[in-house]
Nanobody, 120 residues
Framework: VQLQAFGGGLVQPGGSLRLSCAAS????????MAWFRQAPGKQRELVAS???????NYADSVKGRFTISRDNTKNAVYLQMNSVNPEDTAVYCC???????????????WGQGTLVTVSS
């Protein structure tokens, strides 16, 4: 079972970018999925999370600009980033609380980071 993120890159201030993350492997269930980010010299922070039923939570710094969504048929989570600014520059990682088939309990899974750079 693994997570793989896609969609990072260079974007101009005020622009938009969409990150995707898909879980693959022998999956029994997926609970909460989320996006975290870590900027240079800063601690990792939660950007947004979404429960299995679609309840969402956002960091104050991205409310109104970012939207998290998921497609349970594809075991995927997305982050639509609008009106980005240089402070959004960071490595973004996806997260999922998943249970693999053959495992009796769910656990934390992390995808590899994808770099988002906001610059003109």
């Amino acid at each position: 079972v693994q997570l793989q993120a896609f969609g990072g890159g260079l974007v101009q201030p005020g622009g938009s970018l969409r990150l995707s993350c898909a879980a693959s492997g022998s999956i029994f269930s997926i609970g909460t999925m989320a996006w975290f980010r870590q900027a240079p010299g800063k601690q990792r922070e939660l950007v947004a999370s979404i429960t299995g039923l679609g309840g969402t939570n956002y960091a104050d710094s991205v409310k109104g600009r970012f939207t998290i969504s998921r497609d349970n048929t594809k075991n995927a989570v997305y982050l639509q980033m609008n009106s980005v600014n240089p402070e959004d520059t960071a490595v973004y990682c996806c997260y999922a609380f998943m249970r693999g088939r053959g495992s009796s309990t769910p656990r934390d899974y992390w995808g590899q980071g994808t770099l988002v750079t906001v610059s003109s």
